[in-house]
């Protein structure tokens, strides 16, 4: 089992950034992939950028390409979220998960199996608040 624990959330204005931290415990080796996954108020939950822990390849939403960066330090199974050029619709609770990805196919969605599996371990959010 996986725990996972962000950080890093808060409030900026329109044009700021922000870097969310989460940090990975337990039998990491059972995992391919971690991810981050937003929620809005009133809306669905939504694959932000997941990228695989071996390779270290990131794939982003079209809504956050160039703005975001997901990265990690293996060493240490933390994952970070660089989060710059924020929007007002960048508002939203942010989920930071672990688990089993699917390989990534051309046009889906980011999501790959991570955000569906019942095995994939989650974070209890952080709030992230862009003002206009």
């Known amino acids: 089992q996986v725990q996972v624990a962000e950080s890093g959330g808060g409030s900026v204005q329109a044009g700021g950034s922000l870097r969310l931290s989460c940090a990975a415990s337990?039998?990491?080796?059972?995992?391919?992939?971690m991810g981050w996954f937003r929620q809005a108020s009133g809306k669905q939950r939504e694959g932000v950028a997941i990228?695989?822990?071996?390779?270290?390849?990131?794939y982003y939403a079209n809504s956050v390409k160039g703005r975001f960066t997901i990265s990690q330090d293996n060493a240490q199974s933390t994952m970070y979220l660089q989060m710059n050029s924020l929007k007002p619709e960048d508002s939203a609770m942010y989920y930071c998960?672990?688990?089993?990805?699917?390989?990534?196919?051309?046009?889906?969605?980011?999501?790959?199996?991570?955000?569906?599996?019942?095995?994939?371990?989650w974070g209890q959010g952080t709030q992230v608040t862009v003002s206009s």
């Open positions: 337990g039998d990491t080796n059972s995992i391919n992939c």
């Open positions: 998960a672990a688990g089993a990805c699917d390989r990534p196919s051309p046009g889906a969605e980011v999501d790959y199996g991570l955000g569906t599996r019942s095995t994939t371990s």
């Open positions: 990228i695989y822990t071996h390779g270290g390849i990131p």
